[in-house]
T-cell receptor, first 112, second 116 residues
Framework: KQEVTQIPAALSVPEGENLVLNCSFT??????LQWFRQDPGKGLTSLLLIQSSQREQTSGRLNASLDKSSGRSTLYIAASQPGDSATYLC???????????FGTGTRLTIIP | GAVVSQHPSRVICKSGTSVKIECRSLDFQATTMFWYRQFPKQSLMLMAT?????????EQGVEKDKFLINHASLTLSTLTVTSAHPEDSSFYIC????????????FGPGTRLTVL
């Protein structure tokens, strides 16, 4: 059974700093991995999707990497802004079905 | 594109009543829809997967008679919480897949259910 873990559970950094969020998964037979953002009381916004054959994806100040063999992904946020404050979730899609297994989330606070 | 809506966004009901939550894909046809619940400060837990015109597939531990799912069309799925109790209070989120990209799901804004 796939298990997804995110470390740290919470992170506070001053505005302008670069930061890295971590995601690890136990079953490396994944089809893809996604990073989402969730604001309090809201649904999920997809940030980046990395196919299993890819090593990274970039969108603006966000860069996500994937090391399937070691079961790890990182989300790099450059030049953080207060608007980046949210909970970040990673999720993996395994072969065989389209279900997503979600990580435990990292609650990020950017301090102005 | 790829917008999913949910209605209502918030509902408060008395214990013992039934509540229906709608999930709609607004600009695409959803071959598959998923229902999740999320407790405070926890991650999303998949409750069931539904395909248009067929019975939903429930995850282990989810009571199918309590959480009725109907996927009547390619743009609409409903979740009915029957005889709701306070322990059913949670944040319910649906998602939809167009089938274009394996594993890609588009999420609705969620419904906050409070059972008194």
């Amino acid at each position: 059974k796939q298990e997804v873990t995110q470390i740290p559970a919470a992170l506070s950094v001053p505005e302008g700093e670069n930061l890295v969020l971590n995601c690890s998964f136990t079953d490396s037979a994944i089809y893809n991995l996604q990073w989402f953002r969730q604001d309090p009381g809201k649904g999920l916004t997809s940030l980046l999707l990395i196919q299993s054959s890819q090593r990274e994806q970039t969108s603006g100040r966000l860069n996500a990497s994937l090391d399937k063999s070691s079961g790890r992904s990182t989300l790099y946020i450059a030049a953080s802004q207060p608007g980046d404050s949210a909970t970040y979730l990673c999720a993996v899609a395994n072969f065989g079905n389209e279900k997503l297994t979600f990580g435990t989330g990292t609650r990020l606070t950017i301090i102005p | 594109g790829a917008v999913v809506s949910q209605h209502p966004s918030r509902v408060i009901c008395k214990s013992g009543t039934s509540v229906k939550i709608e999930c709609r894909s607004l600009d695409f046809q959803a071959t598959t829809m998923f229902w999740y619940r999320q407790f405070p400060k926890q991650s999303l837990m998949l409750m069931a997967t539904s395909n248009e015109g067929s019975k939903a597939t429930y995850e282990q531990g989810v009571e199918k008679d309590k959480f009725l799912i109907n996927h009547a069309s390619l743009t609409l799925s409903t979740l009915t919480v029957t005889s709701a109790h306070p322990e059913d209070s949670s944040f319910y989120i649906c998602s939809a897949s167009s089938g274009r990209l394996y594993g890609e799901q588009f999420f609705g804004p969620g419904t906050r259910l409070t059972v008194l």
